[in-house]
């Protein structure tokens, strides 16, 4: 296990007590509520409960971007939707492209080439879809930033209209178009993706033509996959759109993503944010991360279960062969790592390497280093590069701060993408690293373990793990619960996996819990039988049709004496839940 500091934030025993007496719950999960900022049992009780939402006309001025798209409806006007060759991008497009013909328009798509043209809006793309006849340009997961493309379709007789939720350009400059973005147009869940943003524009267009926005609940499977898949924090109204999109998963109708769950080997009734991110959004990801997007876009449409189980063969091979290119990549990443020795960030360079899977790559090189990572495509003089970053780092500044070195560059807070000339990639990462030592705190270095409760063995049961299960789903913003034995001791390790995992035995006052630790190489981090004092989430394993609670080992050291937290006067029992910590998949 890599180095890692343990944090136990405060958490005052009042405010335990208060939410078990009003709310009813386990002192565990109190002690996670009140360490997630959640004391107040209103607030606690509506998180819980999860059924944020907000209404369309929320964002500022969507209005104008809805008579657009009625007007040219009504006109019999062509109507493209210009996507993104991600799993958010894909599914955005789907989702408008499937209300907007529900509607009777005349709507096709297109999904740019990571190969050929690269993310977002180019004007080889502007010119060819206007020759083609399209009257209105609809752009989903991106456009916020091309600023001279629009104004290019604009003269060339289309109306434009930007949806995206990436950042704006460093220097406030935007489209000359209507634009739906939540963090632009004041929406209060300024964290949608694309996905979710083209999900309420799609509302907003049925309501205004007098339909029930009701009948699009059906393409709330796509907005849970894209959210999951796109590592947008799962709060507010992300997490309302995700917990009702998995219950659309498993039981939609839609023939690709029944196919998809297939080979994946997910059971629908089953399916939860850990099957989406491990399972299911890598194979609708893999059609554009090795070839084109339009695989995974064709997969979603189709109403044919034949051809749907087609697709999802060829893109369940497709991800086979993205992941043999990850592991040739993430070798040769590895190292030039190594030899680069100590830095603030990594930018890593590569002749040949596929720019579809570097982004993957980045994500598990910042894994192993706690350092944000860029990796570069070369190809002749230029290359594409993606990067990927710890959260105490803003990647998108760092970019913007060395954009002197760079062609394009755009994305977010923890990823990003760039273009470069070959002879700029050496001055690229002198000043990345040299930005990064100044922003960065040596503590900023060092991963973190959040430590969400304080418990005894006694608690780690079957009832703690379906309780946490309440506060589902888990991904960036809402992790996994991570849970403390203060004093434990592991026995009985035993390899698994072919000697990639370990399971063993876990014993802590007086009580003895199954465990696992993943990715150790079949070893414990510590002796058996030494007292020690771990962390670890609490799931529900299930294997052939028995359920039973698990604990999955997150980080374990030498014992030291760690302050009971109890709620006056209660006992406390059962706490966590589940380890899943969704990376950046595009």
């Known amino acids: 296990m890599p180095p890692c500091r343990i944090e136990i934030p405060e958490c005052p025993p009042e405010h335990v007590l208060g939410l078990r007496r009003e709310l009813g719950v386990s002192g565990a999960l109190a002690q996670v509520l009140v360490r997630r900022g959640l004391a107040e049992p209103e607030r606690a009780r509506a998180f819980l409960v999860g059924e944020e939402e907000h209404p369309p006309d929320a964002f500022r001025g969507i209005e104008q971007g809805v008579e657009s798209i009625l007007r040219h409806l009504r006109d019999g006007e062509r109507i493209t939707i210009h996507g993104d060759y991600d799993v958010d991008g894909i599914c955005s497009t789907a989702v408008l492209l499937r209300a907007l013909r529900e509607l009777g328009g005349d709507v096709d798509s297109y999904l740019p080439d990571r190969a050929d043209d690269g993310y977002g809006l180019h004007e080889n793309t502007v010119r060819r879809l206007a020759a083609r006849g399209t009257r209105l340009l609809v752009t989903v997961d991106c456009a916020i930033t091309a600023v001279e ?69 059906h393409d709330l499977d796509l907005v849970a996959l894209a959210t999951i898949a796109d590592v947008v924090p799962l709060l507010g109204e992300n997490r309302t759109l995700v917990r009702r999109g998995l219950r659309a998963l498993a039981s939609t109708a839609k023939p690709g993503l029944r196919a998809l769950m297939a080979v994946a080997g997910v059971d629908p009734s089953k399916a939860n944010e850990r099957s989406v991110a491990f399972a299911l959004a890598p194979r609708l990801n893999a059609a554009g991360r090795m070839y084109r997007a339009d695989a995974g876009l064709e997969l979603i449409l189709t109403a044919d279960p034949l051809r749907a189980e087609q697709i999802a063969r060829e893109l ?168 403390m034995v203060a004093a434990a001791t592991f026995t009985d390790a035993r390899p698994m996996g072919e000697g990639r995992h370990v399971r063993f035995t876990v014993a802590a006052g007086g009580a003895r819990a199954r465990a696992v630790a993943f990715g150790n190489g079949g070893r414990l981090p510590v002796k058996e039988g030494m007292p020690v004092q771990a962390t670890f989430t609490l799931e529900v394993n299930e294997w052939n049709g028995v359920s039973e609670p698990r604990l999955v080992l997150r980080q374990a050291q030498a014992a030291v004496e760690v302050p009971a937290e109890r709620a006056p006067a209660e006992s406390v029992t059962d706490t966590d839940t589940e380890d899943l910590v969704l990376f950046a998949l595009q």
């Open 316 to 483: 369940d091979s497709a991800n086979r062969e993205r992941r043999d290119v990850e592991t040739r990549i993430r070798f040769q990443a590895e190292a030039q790592m190594s030899e680069l020795g100590e830095r603030a960030a990594y930018v890593l360079a590569g002749e040949g390497w596929h720019p579809g899977v570097i982004g993957i790559v980045a994500s598990r090189m910042v894994e192993r280093s706690a350092r944000p990572v860029v990796m570069i495509a070369l190809d002749g003089d230029t290359g594409r590069g993606s990067g990927r970053s710890v959260e105490a780092f803003d990647l998108l500044a760092g970019l913007t701060a060395c954009s002197g070195h760079l062609l394009h560059y755009g994305g977010h807070r923890v990823a990003a993408g760039l273009e470069i000339e070959r002879a700029q990639v050496a001055g690229f990462a002198a000043a990345l690293a040299a930005h990064a030592e100044k922003t960065l705190r040596a503590e900023d270095l060092v991963a973190v373990e959040r430590v969400d409760a304080v418990v005894c063995g006694e608690e780690l049961g079957m009832a703690l793990a379906e309780e946490l299960q309440g506060l589902a789903p888990f991904g960036r913003g809402n992790p996994g619960v991570s849970l």
């Open 149 to 217: 493309e629009v104004a290019l379709a604009r003269e060339l007789g289309m109306e434009v209209l930007v949806t995206d939720h990436h950042a704006p350009r460093a220097d406030g400059a935007l489209p000359a178009a209507p634009i739906v973005h939540p963090a632009l147009s004041g929406y209060p869940c300024r964290d949608l993706c694309a996905a979710a943003v083209a999900y309420k524009l799609a509302q907003a267009v049925f309501a205004a033509a007098g339909r029930d926005a009701r009948e699009l609940r």
